[in-house]
């Protein structure tokens, strides 16, 4: 998950449903006080919780939509890496769009998304929803393998370089985006932005 993370440079990295800290101690250590790491969630407890873990995360209370209002309330403009814990298979079909549409407008043109999915969930609509959606709006889309150690077990899609939005999840259907489901359960990409990668760690462990 937090793998895109520049390794050099003052990059700003920002997460998304930060919850109570699943991946901000290891998005701290790859930062290891450089740049800035922003992380947002709706719960002001779990803000108020990760302000006093880390001293160097700036917890904000706010929606995942208000990202970019976010960073320029900071003097910031796009995001290097965005790390997103959103549970998405529980949100309809709008707010995905809003909360996707975002990631894209506060990313840089070369910026990184990371998020994940259950693998019991893949084949649910929201989850189908999501694969087409990540398609729509990264030039890369690539999938890792099952975390089998992770509760319940889970996979990352590892997005790259943010398209314009031109494209909406109206593409489904079209030639290129239906191709046979094969042991990565990816189904609804486009042949040419699956990639097959090894996430050797649990989610948890970031």
């Keep these: 998950m937090t793998s895109p993370i520049p390794s050099l440079g003052q990059p700003v990295v920002v997460e998304l449903g930060s919850g109570t800290g699943a991946f901000s101690r290891t998005i701290q250590a790859r930062l290891d006080e450089r740049g800035r790491h922003i992380a947002l969630d709706i719960n002001e407890r779990f803000t108020a919780l990760l302000t006093e873990r880390f001293a160097g995360l700036d917890a904000v209370t706010a929606d995942a939509r208000d990202v970019c209002t976010v960073l320029a309330e900071r003097g910031l403009g796009q995001a290097d890496a965005i790390v997103s814990g959103l549970p998405w298979a529980s949100f309809r079909h709008e707010r995905q769009r809003e909360l996707l549409d975002a990631v894209v407008d506060a990313l840089l043109p070369q910026g990184a998304f990371t998020t994940f999915a259950y693998v019991h969930a893949r084949r649910f609509i929201p989850a189908r929803r999501l694969r087409r959606s990540l398609a729509d ?25 943010p398209q314009s939005r031109q494209r909406d999840d109206r593409t489904a259907g079209v030639p290129g985006y239906a191709v046979p489901a094969d042991r990565f359960g990816v189904e609804d990409l486009p042949v040419d932005q699956v990639r097959d990668v090894c996430v050797p760690r649990p989610l948890g462990a970031g």
Excluded: M, S
């Design 137 to 161: 709006r990264f030039e890369e889309v690539v999938l890792g393998r099952t975390v089998w150690a992770n509760l319940p077990p889970a996979l990352v899609y590892h997005c790259r370089r």
